[in-house]
């Protein structure tokens, strides 16, 4: 039976998971590494409504053609999550500001040679982030701040010249980056000499929380790449449409990217892209089915 996707999310560090909508409730569909998958599009996207403090909200209009309608968007208004910059608190209510009252960390996402961004987690997730966003290598500058300072960290680091955010398109070209460990290591702890001292001359109460030395950390063994690697077989990143679809094995999953062996190639498929959208996840044919235009410009 067809399902609506609500989202793609990673539910810890080696469980990525579609969130499927119901008339309700929210049910979870888990992808398992190694298993079979099957993904045809039925239907394109609808409004999924939104998610607050208080849960779930379907879109009562039902909108049609995009996957977040303008009054849906009204609704959820700014998350708190996504919107502040630690100096901005007079924008959000109290009961937000408090959901900000426990450690954090800062960080440097490193996806590619001299492709960084700045971020903050909190603490309690773990490594979450870093893998929901297919980091390659990151490097941890600071723990156990609050949410607030946290984010005048990251905030101050911006305005000196680091990114905070890396486009999706960016990311779908490197999902196999071209950079070794060492090589990473090196540029992030280069970073962190470069602008730390900076914020540290304006916020010196910062320095307790300061990791001296920087944890680096290597993700590539949680989202399963060198089995990938390892499947001579060319990779195509199609995107689909409806009444299309690819079946395969599952083989490694980076960020919302899922990388599916069939019996002629890899299909490299952005999961977001799928938010809204129905789906039928019942068994079909191993392969990519695909308009035959496109087809022919593969082979």
Wanted: a negative charge.
């Amino acid at each position: 039976m067809p399902e609506r996707i609500f989202e793609f999310r990673w539910k810890d560090e080696s469980s990525p998971y579609f969130r499927i909508a119901h008339d309700n409730h929210i049910s979870e569909h888990m992808l398992p590494f190694g298993s079979e998958i099957c993904l045809e599009v039925v239907d394109g996207p609808v409004c999924m409504g939104y998610e607050k403090l208080d849960g779930w909200h379907p879109c009562v209009a039902g909108a049609k053609g995009v996957r977040k309608c303008e009054e849906c968007k009204r609704q959820e208004g700014m998350p708190i999550a996504q919107y502040c910059d630690g100096f901005n608190t007079e924008m959000f209510s109290g009961e937000e500001l408090e959901s900000l009252s426990a450690p954090h960390y800062v960080y440097f996402a490193l996806f590619d040679k001299g492709l960084v961004k700045v971020g903050v987690s909190g603490s309690s997730r773990g490594f979450l982030r870093q893998i929901e966003q297919g980091t390659q290598f990151a490097l941890i500058i600071a723990d156990g701040m609050w949410g607030i300072p946290a984010r005048q960290m990251e905030t101050t680091i911006r305005r000196a010249g680091v990114v905070d955010k890396i486009q999706v398109s960016q990311k779908k070209d490197l999902v196999f980056p071209d950079i070794t460990a060492s090589a990473a290591h090196k540029e992030l702890l280069e970073l962190a000499e470069r602008y730390l001292p900076g914020v540290l001359a304006i916020y010196p109460q910062f320095e307790q929380f300061v990791k001296y030395p920087p944890q680096f950390l290597e993700f590539e063994s949680f989202y399963h790449l060198q089995d990938a690697l390892d499947i001579r077989k060319p990779l195509h990143d199609p995107t689909l449409e409806i009444g299309e679809y690819v079946s395969g094995t599952l083989v490694a999953v980076k960020g919302p990217f899922l990388v599916i062996e069939t019996d002629s190639e890899k299909v490299l498929l952005d999961a977001k892209r799928l938010k809204g959208n129905l789906v039928d996840f019942s068994a079909k044919p191993v392969g990519l089915k695909k308009d035959e235009a496109f087809q022919s410009a593969l082979f």
